[in-house]
C-alpha cells in the first residue's frame, strides 16, 4: 500500500509459486505484478480470512480454494464443452504438475467427447487417460521434465486472441481443491494475455527434446524429433525470450543451457502415471 498524492494505492502480485529463495532458483513458475483495484482489494481479503479477521466476501477476481475453485474450473470446462455442442470453435490448455481431481477428469472427458481439443501439460502424475475411442480421443497429454522444475499452472478456455487465460497457484487435485488455500486469478491485459497465448503456450506444446506422451495405456512415450524436424527445447527456448525482453541481463544461466539433441537429454526422473 502506497500514498500517491492525496491516494492511497494498492499493488499486488500473484504468483503460481511460492516465495522460498531456494526453490525459486530451481522451478519455473509465473507472476503477475497489478495495480487492479479489484485483484488489490480481492487480495487483502483474502488475507484477513487467513487471520479471521473477516469473511464472507464477494470475491471480484480472485478464485479461491477452498470456497470455489473447483466449482469455477468445472464452469469454464463446461463452458467449451457447450461451444463445441453448438459447432461453435472451443479450446481447452491447462498446465499443472498433477491431475487427480475426479470431477476435472470426467468434465474433461465429457468435453472431448464434444468434441473440444484439449492440450495438457501435466509434469507429474495424471489420472486421466487420453487417447480412448469414444471418451477421450480430443486429449493429448504431454509432461516436460528438464533442467528447472516445471512448477507453473496455466490455464486457458477459449479458441483465438480472446481466451480466457488464468494462472493459479492450485494444481487440479483434490487437497488443492477442499483442503487449502489456493488462489486462480485472471489474465486481462491483452499484452501480457498475449505473451502467454503465443509466447509460452506454443513453446512448451512444441518441446520435442524433453518432453514425453502420455498413452491410453497409461505409459509414457519419449518424444524425439523427426530426421528434418528441428529440436525444440521449450525452457532453452523461454531462455532465450527473457534475454530478447532484458538484453542488459547477463544470464550464465542461458549460457551454459547447451543440450541440443535427445541423446544429451536424458532424464531419468520421470513420474510414472497412475
Not at 479450446?91 to 481439443?117: M, T, W
Request: aromatic share 8%; charged share 30%; net charge neutral.
Amino acid at each position: 500500500v502506497r500514498r500517491e498524492g492525496e491516494k492511497l494505492r494498492r499493488y499486488v502480485h500473484l504468483s503460481t509459486g511460492n516465495y522460498h529463495p531456494s526453490t525459486a532458483k530451481r522451478y519455473t513458475d509465473i507472476g503477475l505484478f497489478t495495480a487492479d483495484r479489484d485483484i488489490a482489494e480481492d487480495a487483502s481479503a483474502l488475507f484477513n480470512l487467513l487471520t479471521g479477521y473477516s469473511q464472507g466476501h464477494q470475491w471480484r477476481k480472485v478464485v479461491v480454494a477452498p470456497d470455489d475453485l473447483q466449482r469455477r474450473t468445472l464452469d469454464l470446462i463446461q463452458e467449451q464443452t457447450n461451444l463445441a455442442r453448438e459447432g461453435k470453435p472451443s479450446r481447452i490448455f491447462a498446465k499443472l504438475n498433477a491431475l487427480v481431481d475426479r470431477k476435472a477428469i470426467e468434465a474433461l472427458y465429457r468435453a472431448s467427447q464434444a468434441g473440444v481439443p484439449i492440450d495438457l501439460i501435466v509434469r507429474g502424475i495424471c489420472c486421466l487417460r487420453p487417447g480412448m475411442p469414444g471418451i477421450s480421443e480430443n486429449i493429448r497429454v504431454r509432461s516436460i521434465v528438464d533442467r528447472f522444475l516445471e512448477h507453473s499452472r496455466i490455464f486457458v478456455f477459449g479458441d483465438g486472441e480472446d481466451a480466457q487465460v488464468f494462472l493459479s497457484s492450485a494444481d487440479w487435485m483434490p487437497r488443492n481443491f477442499y483442503r487449502r488455500v489456493e488462489a486462480m486469478f485472471p489474465m486481462e491485459n491483452k499484452d501480457i494475455r498475449a505473451r502467454i497465448l503465443l509466447e509460452i503456450v506454443p513453446v512448451y506444446l512444441r518441446d520435442n527434446i524433453k518432453a514425453r506422451e502420455l498413452l491410453s495405456d497409461g505409459t509414457y512415450r519419449r518424444i524425439s524429433p523427426q530426421d528434418d524436424e528441428l529440436h525444440f527445447r521449450a525452457q532453452q527456448e523461454l531462455l532465450h525470450l527473457h534475454e530478447q525482453y532484458h538484453p542488459d541481463d547477463a544470464s550464465p544461466a542461458s549460457a551454459n543451457y547447451s543440450v541440443a539433441s535427445p541423446e544429451h537429454a536424458e532424464h531419468t526422473d520421470h513420474p510414472k502415471h497412475s
